[in-house]
């Protein structure tokens, strides 16, 4: 969705709408196309480890910028432009988004070293509540930090899942420009709990993941732990729609 113009106007219009009919959205983008194409202009290679960009300084630097500042502004600026209240943040802005090194599974080399990639460890809700409570509409782009100083590159999926298990947020909304979860005849998967999609990632099912909803490994374990996270929350219930981003839905604050 971040890269049509049209699809662009869309899906600030219709947020703005559910905002404006009670609904408190929370938006979390991710910017994987756009950030590639800053690498290339910087001649840096990405280099992807189980379907997750690894992250050394000089590529941290370059996904803080293009997150945190071209695509997340873009995102507000579109959304104010349609009548909305959009705020942008980072992890990093009232210490939203506490994180730490992500360490590959123990079966994994461990030689490969993914950089500042980052998991979540904890999120502060509050600036999140008093923002939706007073009627703007937060635009969260998935950069976390340590107690160290360090910044990190998180799944977006993961963050927006964990942000509607804090918020304990009446639905998770993920948009992709893909059908959805495909096997390896490019079947449409539907209606499968976390069990299920496990099965499928262990199994492996001849790159069942390939063009659908889940581009590898790190796709395919972001559903299951938001799977399992909408098991964890009372009515939150995930829903994909077609864009390229995440929203968890507050029903109240």
């Known amino acids: 969705a971040m890269l049509d113009d049209m699809l662009k106007s869309s899906f600030a219009r219709d947020i ?3 905002s404006l009919g009670g609904i408190k959205p929370i938006v979390v983008h991710g910017g994987g196309p756009q ?10 290679e990405s280099v992807f480890v189980e379907g997750m960009r690894g992250t ?14 071209a695509v997340n502004k873009e995102i507000v600026q579109r959304l104010n432009g349609h009548g909305g209240r959009a705020v942008g943040l980072t992890g990093k802005d009232a210490s939203l988004i506490q994180s730490e090194k992500l360490i590959l599974d123990a079966e994994a080399d461990p030689s490969v070293d993914l950089g500042h990639v980052g998991k979540v460890i904890a999120v502060n809700d509050e600036i999140l509540r ?8 937060p635009v969260i782009a998935p950069i976390g930090f340590d107690n160290s100083g360090n910044s990190y590159n998180i799944n977006a999926d993961v963050v927006a899942g964990k942000i509607a298990e804090v918020l304990s947020a009446e639905k998770l909304i993920y948009l992709t420009n893909t059908p959805g979860l495909l096997d390896s005849s490019k079947n449409l998967l539907t209606g499968l709990n976390a069990s299920q999609v496990k099965a499928v990632d262990t199994t492996g ?5 390939n063009g659908g909803l889940a581009f590898g490994l790190s796709k395919s374990k972001s ?3 938001c799977l399992e996270l ?9 829903t994909k729609l077609g864009a390229g981003d995440a929203m968890p839905f507050l029903k109240d604050i």
């Open 56 to 69: 050394d300084s000089d590529t941290m630097s370059a996904v803080e910028m293009v997150l945190g500042g």
């Open 16 to 18: 703005v709408l559910m």
């Open 223 to 225: 559903i299951r732990e």
């Open 35 to 44: 950030i590639a194409e800053q690498l290339e202009l910087l001649g840096k």
């Open 205 to 209: 099912a001849g790159d069942a993941f």
């Open 130 to 137: 008093l923002l939706s409570k007073s009627g703007y509409i």
């Open 230 to 238: 909408a098991n964890k929350v009372a009515g939150l219930s995930t």
